[in-house]
T-cell receptor
């Protein structure tokens, strides 16, 4: 079945550093791709998404581009803040055999940003 | 704003107990989901529902059941709790069947089974 692979964490950065969190996927079709973020003590919330190849999703200074040729959807931010400390999940939508699109999540990458 | 609430943030139960986890959403969403979140495993889908009284198994349904009697409420039931069901449980809802739509998550229930 479809799957998502994320880089293991934690990723530890100083404030204002450049961030990259790698995400690659395996899918039989052309899924939509997502990044969700989980702040401490909270549920997940959508950070950004891309629904077709070469689309770029962006939000709150974060960006990710849907690269079909490399089956990747890497998350980037030019200058991280302490408040970005969270767990980041890459996900894809999987049609499966029920005709219902479900999300398949990666294992999550914890980001720790120090002042 | 969509709000998804879960009945408890923390729950401690004993092996063999019947456990109910409740989830309510306030945006008239058709679709609701239950996941469990474990370190190193990410989120795994237990069950989902696309309409009242309708349910479908996810990837790890064993040991769980669900109930959806009203559109806004989706309950996860552990018929006989076991220690390997100690986990964080997350509920989510989504308006459309289309996978491009946003899923909204509750804050989670951390269940410990002793």
């Amino acid at each position: 079945g479809d799957s998502v692979t994320q880089m293991e964490g934690p990723v530890t950065l100083s404030e204002e550093a450049f961030l990259t969190i790698n995400c690659t996927y395996t899918a039989t079709g052309y899924p939509s791709l997502f990044w969700y973020v989980q702040y401490p003590g909270e549920g997940l919330q959508l950070l950004l998404k891309a629904t077709k190849a070469d689309d770029k999703g962006s939000n709150k200074g974060f960006e990710a581009t849907y690269r079909k040729e490399t089956t990747s959807f890497h998350l980037e931010k030019g200058s991280v803040q302490v408040s970005d400390s969270a767990v980041y999940f890459c996900a894809l939508s999987d049609l499966g055999n029920t005709g219902f699109q479900k999300l398949v999540f990666g294992t999550g990458t914890r980001l720790l940003v120090s002042p | 704003d969509v709000k998804v609430t879960q009945s408890s943030r923390y729950l401690v139960k004993r092996t063999g107990e019947k456990v109910f986890l409740e989830c309510v959403q306030d945006m008239d969403h058709e679709n609701m989901f239950w996941y469990r979140q474990d370190p190193g495993l990410g989120l795994r889908l237990i069950y989902f529902s696309y309409d009242v009284k309708m349910k479908e198994k996810g990837d790890i349904p064993e040991g769980y059941s669900v109930s959806r009697e009203k559109k806004e409420r989706f309950s996860l039931i552990l018929e006989s709790a076991s220690t390997n069901q100690t986990s964080m449980y997350l509920c989510a809802s989504r308006r459309d069947r289309d996978g491009t739509d946003t899923q909204y998550f509750g804050p989670g229930t951390r269940l410990t089974v002793l």
